[in-house]
């Protein structure tokens, strides 16, 4: 029997289009209303809004720049203001640049840092404080990836990023647990296929890990479905990888 979020109100940060959107989809499928944000994907997230609503649910739209933190504080007054609760939040927007490490600037380290951590951070925060004046709980869901694990010389920040993505979800995992609030995170592999990778280019990534293929989105969007749905699992780390950790290679 799949899980039932039917009436809960789901929020996944970056939902527009490709891993963001099949998670968001995900809940949407089990009943839950959704919020869709988008930093500047429009039409994306309209197109992903109607096929929410397709599965017979609500979809809210709502636009926010995470590298502001006031935009932040108003994607929650937003959600409050139209849902008056929110059940679940993925933390699932990032960006993911490549840089050597004495070639990245202040400005680029602010870029990454700022959105892959910060924004998750600050989300946290304010889900949890309307999750608290709900009373019903909730769960947080956070996205590290394995540069976070063993830590990726050409992505030296966003290594830094994901690996304080995972001690904040132990940090809030142990913050929230009296409020029932549960917090835990995904590790993804490669998942999506890279704009314009020739097939040589695409055998070379699936070769680099165990199991020999590369996933899809819809392999992250289960792993939050159950991670959301299993009410004893908290500060937990899943990785879903195809066995990237194992090997430790940086894709």
């Given at each position: 029997?799949q899980p039932d979020?039917?009436?809960?109100?789901?929020?996944?940060t970056?939902?527009?289009?490709?891993?963001g959107?099949a998670?968001?989809?995900?809940f949407a499928?089990r009943?839950a209303?959704?919020?869709?944000h988008h930093?500047?994907?429009d039409?994306d997230?309209?197109?992903?809004?109607?096929?929410?609503?397709?599965a017979?649910v609500?979809?809210?739209?709502?636009?926010a720049?995470?590298?502001?933190?006031?935009a932040?504080?108003?994607?929650?007054?937003?959600?409050q203001?139209?849902?008056?609760?929110l059940?679940v939040?993925?933390?699932?927007?990032a960006n993911?640049?490549?840089n050597?490490?004495?070639?990245?600037?202040l400005e680029?380290?602010h870029?990454?840092?700022?959105?892959n951590?910060?924004?998750p951070?600050?989300a946290?925060?304010?889900?949890?404080?309307?999750?608290?004046t709900?009373?019903?709980g909730?769960?947080?869901?956070?996205?590290?990836?394995?540069?976070?694990?063993?830590?990726?010389?050409?992505?030296g920040?966003?290594?830094?990023?994901?690996?304080g993505?995972l001690m904040?979800?132990?940090v809030?995992a142990k913050?929230l647990?009296?409020?029932?609030i549960?917090?835990?995170c995904v590790?993804?592999?490669?998942v999506l296929?890279?704009?314009?990778?020739?097939?040589?280019?695409?055998?070379?990534?699936?070769d680099?890990l165990?199991?020999k293929?590369?996933?899809?989105p819809?392999?992250?969007?289960?792993?939050m479905?159950?991670?959301a749905s299993?009410d004893f699992?908290?500060g937990s780390v899943?990785?879903?990888?195809?066995?990237?950790?194992?090997?430790g290679?940086?894709?």
């Amino acid at each position: 029997m799949q899980p039932d979020f039917k009436g809960q109100v789901v929020c996944v940060t970056g939902s527009a289009r490709r891993v963001g959107r099949a998670i968001m989809l995900a809940f949407a499928e089990r009943g839950a209303h959704v919020v869709i944000h988008h930093g500047n994907s429009d039409a994306d997230a309209a197109s992903a809004a109607e096929e929410a609503r397709a599965a017979g649910v609500e979809a809210l739209v709502l636009k926010a720049d995470l590298a502001d933190p006031a935009a932040i504080e108003q994607l929650f007054k937003d959600i409050q203001a139209h849902y008056d609760r929110l059940d679940v939040l993925v933390n699932s927007a990032a960006n993911f640049k490549r840089n050597q490490l004495l070639d990245i600037s202040l400005e680029e380290w602010h870029s990454v840092i700022d959105t892959n951590l910060r924004a998750p951070f600050l989300a946290t925060q304010h889900a949890a404080r309307l999750m608290i004046t709900g009373g019903r709980g909730g769960v947080i869901l956070n996205i590290s990836d394995n540069s976070g694990l063993h830590g990726w010389a050409e992505r030296g920040h966003h290594s830094i990023a994901k690996a304080g993505i995972l001690m904040l979800t132990r940090v809030s995992a142990k913050a929230l647990a009296e409020h029932q609030i549960r917090v835990n995170c995904v590790v993804p592999g490669p998942v999506l296929v890279p704009a314009g990778a020739s097939p040589a280019v695409l055998d070379s990534l699936a070769d680099m890990l165990p199991l020999k293929r590369i996933g899809t989105p819809e392999h992250i969007a289960q792993a939050m479905v159950f991670l959301a749905s299993n009410d004893f699992a908290t500060g937990s780390v899943l990785s879903i990888d195809g066995g990237e950790g194992l090997v430790g290679t940086e894709t």
